[in-house]
Structure formats: structure tokens, C-alpha cells
């Protein structure tokens, strides 16, 4: 079984940090790259980082400089270490196999304003 659980969401004020967890299981995990997705009320989902099998790294602009995705191979676990907050940056976050149709099932963080 192929298998992805979020954690680490939560309610913090602006500004604050967030490390958000993605567990994976039934997979040769360091072989394939991984993505954090996001989705704010009413919009669609988006991609704000990834990381490749290799450990390179992509950013959205909105979080480029305040969020930072890394990964543990023994662990089967990716992060997103997520600083500064706006409250813009609440929404569902989504782990994600990239290229892949599997998902985790999403975990809030809400940023007050």
C-alpha cells in the first residue's frame, strides 16, 4: 500500500512558523521526488515546493526565502519548514508524489490576521 500522512498544521499568529510532516509508506522513497501543494478557500490547488530524488529544490514566489522543503530518506519523510507566515499562506497543505496521482489527505494551517 501507498500511503502519504500529513502533520504539523495548526493556528498561529503572523509571523509565526509551522514545520508541517509528510510520511510516506509503500514506496522506494528516495527515489522519488516530493511536493508540497496548498489550497486557500475557493481557489485552486498550487504547488509551493518541491524536491527532487537528488535534493534539489523549487519554490513558489509567494514563499520563496520564507519556506524551506527538505527530506529524510531513512525516515520516509519530506517537510516543509514554513517561516514568516502571512495570512495569506492559510490553507490546506497537501503532500504529493509528484507526477504521480497520489496524495495525503491535507492538513490546515490557518494564519491570523
Known amino acids: 500500500q501507498v500511503q502519504l500522512v500529513e502533520s504539523g498544521g495548526g493556528l498561529v499568529q503572523t509571523g509565526g512558523s509551522l514545520r508541517l510532516s509528510c510520511a510516506a509508506s509503500g514506496i522506494i522513497f528516495s527515489i522519488n521526488a516530493m511536493g508540497w501543494y496548498r489550497q486557500a478557500p475557493g481557489k485552486q490547488r498550487e504547488l509551493v515546493a518541491d524536491i527532487s530524488s537528488g535534493g534539489s529544490t523549487n519554490y513558489a514566489d509567494s514563499v520563496k526565502g520564507r519556506f524551506t522543503i527538505s527530506r529524510d530518506n531513512a525516515k520516509k519523510v519530506v517537510y516543509l519548514q514554513m517561516n514568516s507566515l502571512k495570512s495569506e499562506d492559510t490553507a490546506v497543505y497537501y503532500c504529493?508524489?509528484?507526477?504521480?496521482?497520489?496524495w495525503g489527505q491535507g492538513t490546515q494551517v490557518t494564519v491570523s490576521s
Open positions: 504529493r508524489i509528484m507526477d504521480t496521482r497520489v
